[in-house]
């Protein structure tokens, strides 16, 4: 027989046709991998989802029920949602500590008014507009700043009024609590009315958080290519780190990239990224934002996952961030400072005049080689997408090819019918693929390519073909220099 069949048996005596389908050959391109999101996070007691129970939410208003409403979850759905509404999302919630302890803050009003106006507070990001009328006083006031609060349901915090003092209470007991942002008066134009004072002091004293290792033996083999973390600690990184780099290896082979985030001022977040060092983790300085890291990260991680996906190579730079709000003029990053955070695995944004939050570079947290030396191989996130790409093609492109193939030398007189592959049939395959990348704008340097690439049989196992794939990757066009000679 000179054609291997898939299922037609030899020596049929039964008359007939018998006729089978072969799909080897039936696709041909680049493959389409999938988006999928996991995002990681806390819910709230009133949340009907089960703790580390991964469900997929299908649209952001089910996250209410699921995680509670004002939850970590719940708002950073919202903000995965807003980013990408098409790549599916898996949801695995985690329950706060019982032993842990929420984050608190106070408003402490000065008075009474003397004209009518509104107070521009904002907590997390969100607006809570109080009304204010001439003759009030700071006792009223502190009363109807609570009120306010306590009636705005999406807030990640609780109210409770003694006198001027307005208490604020994380709704979730850990560390997140205390990146709760409060302020007044954030846009321009706006201000207290006259005759009112508010001395804040920001969250602080939230401790324990769940323990974000109990996720990944839920996560398994399922392949997320984006993973999104609610809390970003050192101690939530490394397991992070662990668990993302055996994913990566050669063996499970999921290409997973995690995102978080951090607040602070540079010297803070320079010094956490400086700790970190990790080709699969990302991790962007919030700065003084008023949006919560965990909602920051979520927008960044979403915006970041859905467009590499479309192409893994362009560059992510001047992408904006939806429902992201920059900080104010004044009070954000200086060029020098984002010079000093992309020197330390920290990503960048930039605001425009209008508030609008863009992504100015992404970049992991890698900095160092196995040798401890300054490294920049995988600083680029658009880098490593390439490379995840790069590998789920060669992976599908030989499995889909040569399924049931058996292996044999060159310089063999094989039927063209036969199921049988070499050394020099692979090759060709993958100098097919490189050029079909290649056109994609993926990679560069065919020629090189082609006089680089080993592929051959293993001197040990017969079974075995072993191969040499150097790629050059195509770059990111993210800076331009010139000089301007004028005369005169």
């Given at each position: 027989m000179?054609?291997?069949?898939?299922?037609?048996?030899?020596?049929?005596?039964?008359p007939?046709?018998?006729?089978?389908?072969?799909?080897?050959?039936?696709?041909?391109?680049?493959?389409?991998?999938?988006?999928?999101?996991?995002?990681?996070g806390q819910?709230?007691?009133?949340?009907?989802?089960?703790?580390?129970?991964?469900?997929?939410?299908?649209?952001?208003?089910a996250?209410?029920?699921?995680?509670?409403?004002?939850?970590?979850l719940?708002?950073?759905v919202?903000?995965?949602?807003?980013?990408?509404?098409?790549?599916?999302?898996?949801?695995?919630?985690?329950?706060d500590?019982?032993?842990g302890?929420?984050a608190?803050?106070?408003?402490?009003?000065t008075?009474?008014?003397?004209?009518?106006?509104?107070?521009?507070?904002?907590i997390?990001?969100?607006?809570?507009?109080?009304?204010?009328?001439?003759?009030?006083?700071a006792?009223?006031t502190?009363?109807?700043?609570g009120?306010?609060?306590?009636?705005a349901?999406?807030?990640?915090?609780?109210?409770?009024?003694?006198?001027?003092?307005?208490?604020?209470?994380?709704?979730?007991?850990?560390?997140?609590?205390?990146?709760?942002?409060?302020?007044?008066?954030h846009?321009?134009?706006?201000?207290?009315?006259?005759?009112?004072?508010?001395?804040?002091?920001?969250?602080?004293?939230?401790?324990?958080d769940?323990?974000y290792?109990t996720?990944?033996?839920?996560?398994?083999?399922?392949?997320?290519?984006?993973?999104?973390?609610?809390?970003?600690?050192?101690?939530?990184l490394?397991?992070?780190?662990?668990?993302?780099?055996?994913?990566?290896?050669?063996?499970r082979m999921?290409e997973?990239?995690?995102?978080?985030?951090?607040?602070?001022?540079?010297?803070?977040?320079?010094?956490?990224?400086g700790a970190?060092n990790?080709?699969?983790?990302?991790?962007?300085g919030?700065?003084?934002?008023p949006?919560?890291p965990?909602?920051?990260?979520?927008?960044?991680?979403a915006?970041?996952?859905?467009?590499?996906?479309?192409?893994?190579?362009?560059?992510?730079?001047t992408l904006?961030?939806?429902?992201?709000?920059?900080p104010?003029?004044?009070?954000?990053?200086?060029?020098?400072?984002?010079?000093?955070?992309?020197?330390?695995?920290?990503a960048?944004?930039?605001t425009?005049?209008?508030?609008?939050?863009?992504?100015?570079?992404?970049?992991?947290?890698w900095?160092t080689?196995?040798?401890?030396?300054?490294?920049?191989?995988?600083l680029?996130?658009?880098?490593?997408?390439t490379?995840a790409?790069?590998r789920?093609?060669?992976?599908?492109?030989?499995?889909?090819?040569?399924?049931?193939?058996?292996?044999?030398?060159?310089?063999?007189?094989?039927?063209?019918?036969?199921?049988?592959?070499?050394?020099?049939?692979?090759?060709?395959?993958?100098?097919?693929?490189?050029r079909?990348?290649?056109?994609?704008?993926?990679?560069?340097?065919?020629d090189?390519?082609v006089?680089?690439?080993?592929?051959e049989?293993?001197g040990?196992d017969?079974?075995?073909?072993?191969?040499?794939?150097p790629?050059?990757?195509?770059?990111?066009?993210?800076?331009?220099?010139?000089?301007?000679?004028?005369?005169?």
């Amino acid at each position: 027989m000179t054609i291997s069949f898939n299922s037609i048996p030899v020596g049929l005596r039964v008359p007939g046709q018998y006729i089978e389908f072969d799909s080897s050959r039936a696709t041909n391109g680049l493959p389409a991998l999938p988006n999928r999101i996991l995002v990681i996070g806390q819910k709230l007691a009133a949340g009907t989802a089960a703790a580390l129970a991964p469900v997929v939410v299908a649209e952001a208003g089910a996250a209410s029920a699921l995680f509670g409403r004002a939850s970590m979850l719940t708002r950073m759905v919202r903000m995965v949602k807003a980013a990408d509404r098409y790549s599916e999302l898996t949801v695995i919630p985690l329950a706060d500590l019982d032993a842990g302890t929420a984050a608190t803050g106070t408003i402490t009003v000065t008075g009474p008014s003397t004209a009518a106006g509104t107070i521009a507070l904002m907590i997390a990001g969100q607006r809570v507009p109080v009304t204010v009328a001439s003759g009030l006083s700071a006792n009223n006031t502190a009363t109807a700043i609570g009120a306010a609060i306590n009636a705005a349901l999406d807030l990640p915090v609780t109210a409770t009024v003694n006198a001027a003092v307005v208490t604020l209470t994380a709704r979730h007991k850990g560390t997140c609590g205390n990146d709760i942002d409060v302020r007044h008066s954030h846009y321009q134009g706006e201000g207290l009315p006259a005759g009112i004072a508010l001395a804040i002091v920001a969250m602080a004293n939230g401790a324990g958080d769940p323990d974000y290792a109990t996720v990944w033996p839920v996560v398994g083999d399922s392949n997320y290519r984006t993973i999104i973390l609610g809390t970003a600690t050192a101690t939530i990184l490394g397991a992070a780190k662990t668990e993302l780099d055996d994913r990566w290896g050669p063996v499970r082979m999921l290409e997973s990239m995690a995102y978080g985030a951090k607040t602070g001022n540079q010297a803070a977040a320079s010094a956490f990224g400086g700790a970190l060092n990790s080709q699969l983790i990302s991790i962007i300085g919030t700065g003084a934002s008023p949006t919560p890291p965990w909602e920051f990260a979520s927008s960044y991680g979403a915006i970041c996952g859905y467009y590499s996906h479309i192409d893994p190579a362009r560059p992510l730079h001047t992408l904006a961030l939806p429902l992201v709000i920059g900080p104010k003029e004044g009070a954000r990053f200086t060029r020098a400072e984002r010079e000093l955070l992309l020197r330390d695995g920290i990503a960048t944004y930039a605001t425009d005049q209008d508030g609008t939050v863009r992504i100015e570079r992404a970049i992991t947290t890698w900095q160092t080689n196995a040798a401890g030396l300054d490294d920049t191989a995988y600083l680029d996130m658009e880098t490593v997408h390439t490379l995840a790409f790069f590998r789920q093609a060669l992976r599908i492109r030989i499995a889909t090819k040569f399924p049931r193939h058996k292996l044999a030398s060159d310089g063999n007189a094989f039927s063209r019918g036969q199921a049988i592959v070499t050394p020099s049939i692979i090759r060709a395959e993958i100098v097919a693929l490189f050029r079909e990348l290649e056109e994609a704008g993926l990679v560069e340097q065919l020629d090189q390519f082609v006089a680089d690439l080993i592929v051959e049989r293993d001197g040990s196992d017969p079974n075995r073909v072993n191969a040499l794939v150097p790629p050059d990757l195509v770059n990111q066009f993210r800076s331009f220099a010139a000089q301007v000679q004028f005369r005169l």
